[in-house]
């Protein structure tokens, strides 16, 4: 179902990863059924040892609330968000990451431009994933 390009251990905002993986002719992955996130979450908990945050395409930078996959345009209809996510906050939350909430795998809108994070996990892109091909 995905690639990965390695553990790619770095910090970088939304907008970074993309273009990242633009270079590398991939994608970030999308995320579109139970699935796919059980794929991925037990291929994270199988090679990392912590429980690291990562970048989604998706967003809403077009149309407030509207979050749609920036891959391949269509509706995130799946969308395990935290509770109280989407929450958009200071009007400026626009990017998805998954991230390990309650011990569970669920989705969060943040900062397209932020890296920052006290722990330095949040917006740390450990995957990358390409050829998502729904196969
Ligand atoms: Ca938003
Ligand atoms: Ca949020």
Redesign the pocket.
């Known amino acids: 179902m995905f690639d990965t390009i390695g553990d790619i251990d770095i910090s970088v905002t939304w907008c970074k990863a993309n273009d990242i993986c633009h270079t590398m002719n991939g994608y970030l992955t999308s995320i579109e059924n139970e699935s796919e996130m059980n794929a991925i979450t037990e291929y994270l908990k199988t090679n990392l040892l912590n429980a690291p945050p990562w970048w989604v395409p998706g967003n809403?930078l077009a149309s407030?609330?509207n979050y749609v996959w920036a891959n391949t345009g269509t509706p995130m209809n799946y969308s395990p968000w935290t509770d109280g996510q989407?929450d958009?906050s200071k009007?400026?939350?626009?990017c998805v990451h998954v991230w390990l909430y309650d011990h569970e795998y669920k989705m969060n809108?943040w900062g397209c431009r932020r890296e920052d994070w006290h722990l330095d996990l949040v917006n740390v892109l450990y995957i990358f994933l390409i050829n998502d091909d729904d196969n």
Request: glycine residues 10%; hydrophobic residues 0%.
């Open positions: 809403d407030e609330g989407p958009n009007r400026s939350e626009n809108d």
